[in-house]
């Protein structure tokens, strides 16, 4: 792309009016609030023998204003082939898609909007090669062939909210003070946990494993609740501050990155987010939520609340019947590939820069060109908060470095030797968690 010039003293107000409009536009737009099933929804499918389609009740979306103020930020947003410009107008673009999407809830319409926005599982990554599918089943395959003995048994899901809600107050309050997220347990939630840009909320009852409240701190407080107080604090360009299905793909990825460089993963959670992509591949291919809940029930070791659950994340909005399901879950993976690769790439090339600015608020990967020039331009903040594996670079950019390098490596030809070097040696017995 050509060096577009610099953004002029005069274009200020009018990038100020189109990023304020957006924000206006972007307010109605609450995609898990209006997808969300309330409780007596779990207990009645429960209730019934789990053998009936469960029936959740959507208020759809009055599209209405959030379109007329998209068309009116319009006005102030130029065509001319500037990143600035191009920015805008692609969020202008993903508030209008979400607002469809909403105001279509329960029909196959909903569904055809979420693709445009999430994308599908058989959509081409960046690479134009693989797919979110292939790299699902390609996890599937290898997670599922494992040790889990050898690994070690995962501790059972026995830490219940309120000490897990205690956990997660200290560490946010530690590092974010005045502005960390009120932490709370409450009764009238469909999901185990829930997080906001000022909240996060457990399910009483909801019981945790003792991976989950580190997963929580990492994915849900060091990135979700910090973009948004970044977002919120970017006064000359508050879209910044806006969650909208634009920016999911980057936002859950660099979530999911920081579950891994902190450690906080393990191949449970890998194989729920891969678990997610083929779900969402089975309801295109016609499966209803009781072919779906039942193949989670199997994945989940005969767990009916987790189950439910996994099969509501992929079906709320859409059709229960089958055939157009919510794809934002498919997302996780995509966005993950993305963010690492974006982040070696930028390594690569001595921008490590644009590493803060990733959490200067809502943002997708592709917007970072207009961010620079708008925070050379003095409009875009630099992030007040960060994760801690953020603040401090000099893992996260040896890990990248090396990464990058790794990237280079014709693995193939490795594995073709180990394989061969290990087919003539024995299996050794897992009876004992080995040696440290």
Known sequence: MSTPAPVRARDHERLRRAAALLRDAERPVRVLRTLSWGPEVRARFFERGARELPVPRYEPLDPTSTLAAVAEARRSIRT??????????????????????LASVGTDAFHAHSARLYGRPTDRLQDQSSTSLVMAKELDDVLSGL?????????????????????????????????????SVVDDLSANALAGPRSIR?????????????????HEAFVHVVTSLNGRAQRDLPILGAAHPGTTRTQEGLAVFAEFI??????????????????????IDGADF???????????????DQAFENARRVMRGGVLTGGAPFTKDGVYLDGLLRVHNFLRSVVRQERTDCLRLLFCGKLDIEDIPALCHLAAEGLCRLPVHLPPWAADLRFLVAYLAYSGFLNRVKLDTIQAHYTDLLNHTP??????????
């Open 80 to 101: 001319a082939d500037d990143p600035i410009d191009a920015w805008l107008q692609r969020q202008a673009e993903a508030i209008e898609a979400g607002a469809l999407m």
């Open 147 to 183: 040790d889990h003995g050898f690994l070690g048994a995962p501790a059972p899901a026995c830490h219940l909210a309120d000490d897990v809600a205690t956990r997660i107050r200290s560490v946010v309050q530690r590092h974010l003070g005045d502005d960390a997220p009120d932490v």
């Open 202 to 218: 457990l399910r009483r009852g909801a019981c945790f494993s003792d991976r989950d409240w580190h997963y929580l701190v990492q």
């Open 262 to 283: 902190t450690g906080a993963i393990d191949p449970a959670r890998l194989r729920r987010l891969s678990d997610r992509v083929l779900a969402i591949q089975m309801s």
């Open 290 to 304: 009781l072919e779906l809940y039942r193949w989670f029930l199997e994945r989940s070791q005969g767990e009916p």
């Open 427 to 436: 299996l050794v017995s897992t009876g004992a968690s080995p040696c440290p």
